[in-house]
């Protein structure tokens, strides 16, 4: 199933035509950025908890603090909130893949091989990642919260999926 099909030419399916929402995901890889932040690790579980047969789940993350991306995907699985889901499918934690980033930079601050991967694989794509500080430059709300997002736009209109 997807939007276009559901969607085509204007027209809405009937209602007992539409996928369930673990249907609309089977099998498809999902990009979340602002995974590690509030929303976004509810985000994170959520999907891999309820969505069983949906593909990956790429995660941009930056490396902050002096944690390297590696870590900071560590702290997020090693959280309470995803404690029930390493005990009871841990196979589910290893869907995540990290994905090195930064929305404040040209290109999402992400290599080429990845951007590749993404490209070629993601169909799903859920932009959580912003600066909520209030007490920031406008210079750098607007990187995070204008630019970073048309950056995003850029990379989803290459996706293939």
């Known amino acids: 199933w997807t ?4 969607m085509s030419a204007g027209e809405q399916l009937p209602r007992n035509e539409w996928p369930t929402v673990a249907e609309f995901y089977s099998g498809h ?12 690790k509810c985000l994170v579980e959520k999907v891999l908890r309820s ?15 002096g944690k390297s991306v590696k ?12 404690q029930h889901l390493c005990t009871e499918s ?4 290893d869907r995540i893949v990290p994905i090195a980033g930064d929305i404040s930079r040209p290109g999402l601050g992400i290599s080429k091989e990845d951007e590749e991967i993404l490209v070629g694989s993601v169909s799903i794509v859920f932009h959580l990642a912003a600066t909520i500080q209030f007490n920031d430059s406008l210079r750098d709300s607007l990187q995070y ?14 996706m293939k999926k």
């Open 145 to 158: 919260n204008v630019i970073g997002v048309r950056e995003m736009i850029k990379l989803c209109r290459k």
């Open 51 to 65: 969505l069983p047969t949906a593909g990956r789940v790429f995660v941009m993350v930056r490396p902050k603090k």
């Open 71 to 82: 870590e900071r995907m560590e702290e997020l699985t090693n959280l309470k909130l995803f």
């Open 90 to 93: 841990p196979e589910m934690i």
């Open 3 to 6: 939007v276009a099909t559901m």
């Open 29 to 40: 890889d999902i990009l979340i950025t602002g995974g590690t932040g509030f929303m976004g």
